[in-house]
C-alpha cells in the first residue's frame, strides 16, 4: 500500500503535548487538539500522460484550514490533481506550494498530509486501534502519547466501541470511518480525500458528511475533498472548484456555484435546471428583459454588462410557482407530466415556444396535482432568473 508512507508526518508531538497542557480542559474545543491547517498555492500547474492533457494549467489557492472540494464527472481530472498535491505524481508545469514553500521535491511521506481514499486500504490483520495506531508507530512516536491519541481519535469518529475489531468484522461505513481516523491521528496540516463515500449507499454517505463536516470545525487542517456527487460537494464544502476536461471552470462557495454558475456546463452539473434560450429587449442595471422563443417577456439578473443579442438563462425547478391564473411576469406552459413526491410536486411542462420546464414546487397548500395536458402559469422572480455568460 503506498500510501501508507504519507501519514508519516514530521514529528510535531512535543509543540502539541505543551500546548495540551497548558490548555485547561474546560477551555479545550473537543477531545482532539487542532492541527494547524496549511495553505496550499497550485499555480499554474499542468499534467499529461503522453500528449493528453490531464491537468491543464490549474490555478488554486486553498488557504489555511479551508475546506476545499474538487467537483467535475469522471475523466475531469480530480484525482490526478490530488495525486499532484499529494507527490504521488510529479507535475510537468508550474509550482505546488504549501505554507508558501514549493514541495515539488518533497516525497509524499515527507509531507506530512493525510489520505483517504474511495477503498478504505484499511490493514486487515490489524485491529482499528493498530489500524489508527499505525501512522503514530511509524513516525517512532512514544507509546502512551500514541494510546492517548489514539483513544482521542476514536472517540471523536464514534469507534471506541469498535476498538479491538477487526476490518472485516465492520460495515462499510465504519469501515471508512477508521480510514478517517487513520488519516486525522497526526493532526495533519492538510487532509486529502480522493471520494471517500462513493463506495456507500446514501444515507450512509450522509450521516458520514455531516460527521466529516463536524471533524474539520473540531481539527482545523486544510481540507482537499474530491468528488463527483454534487450535493456532496455543496454540503461539505467552503468552496468548491468545479473540473472539466482538466480545466477549473469555476471557484466559489456552494450558494454562489449553485445560484451563479458561470457556464451552462455548472449549471447543469450542479442541481436540476432549466436552461432557457432567450433575447435581450431591454437593459436596466444588472436587470435585464428578455423575451422566450414565444416572444413572451420576463426578467432576469445579470452581472455581464456586455451581453447583447441571445443568451441562455438558468432557472432553478424549485424557484417556479404555478398558478392558474395570469400574473405579471408569468408564462403560460402546458403539463406533459405531473408526479406527486411526497413533500414536492414534480412537474414538466412545455412553454409555447416548445421549450421543457421542470417545476419543482413544495406541496404545502395541499395543491391538487395537475392534469396532463392542463394549461398553467409559471412565475419566476428576475432575482431567481440567472443570464450564464
Ligand atoms: P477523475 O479523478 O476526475 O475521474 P483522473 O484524474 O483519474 O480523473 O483522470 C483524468 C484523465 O487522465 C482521464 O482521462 C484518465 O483516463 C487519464 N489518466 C489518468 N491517469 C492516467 C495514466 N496513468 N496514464 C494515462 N492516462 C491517465
Ligand atoms: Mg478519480
Known sequence: MAETSTWRAERREGSHDSQNKTVPASKRQSALAPAI????????????????????????????????????????????????????????????????????????HKRGFGMVFQSYALFPNMTVTQNVAFPMRMAGIDRETTNRRVAETLEVMRLSEHATKMPNQMSGGQQQRVAIARAIVMRPRVVLMDEPLSALDRRLRESIQIEIRELHRTIGSTILFVTHDQGEALTLSDRIAVLDAGKIVQIASPVEIYRHPATKFVA???????????????????????????GHTFEAESRNPDMVGRATVLVRPERIAISDTLSPNALPVTVTSALFLGELLRIEAEMEGGEKLLIRCPDTQARRLPEIGEKLYARWDAEDCWVLS
Open 268 to 294: 447543469s452539473f450542479v442541481g436540476e435546471s432549466n436552461l432557457i434560450d432567450a433575447e435581450l429587449v431591454q437593459r436596466r442595471g444588472t436587470r435585464l428583459v428578455l423575451k422566450n422563443r414565444a
Open 37 to 108: 491547517g496549511a495553505s496550499i498555492c497550485i499555480d499554474h500547474v499542468g499534467k499529461t500522460y503522453g500528449s493528453f492533457v490531464a491537468v491543464d494549467d490549474i490555478n488554486l489557492d486553498v488557504a489555511a484550514g479551508e475546506f476545499i472540494t474538487l467537483l467535475g464527472p469522471s475523466g475531469s481530472g480530480k484525482t490526478t490533481l490530488l495525486n499532484l498535491v499529494a507527490g504521488f505524481q510529479k507535475v510537468n508545469s508550474g509550482r505546488i506550494l504549501v505554507d508558501s514553500k514549493p514541495v515539488q521535491n518533497v516525497p509524499p
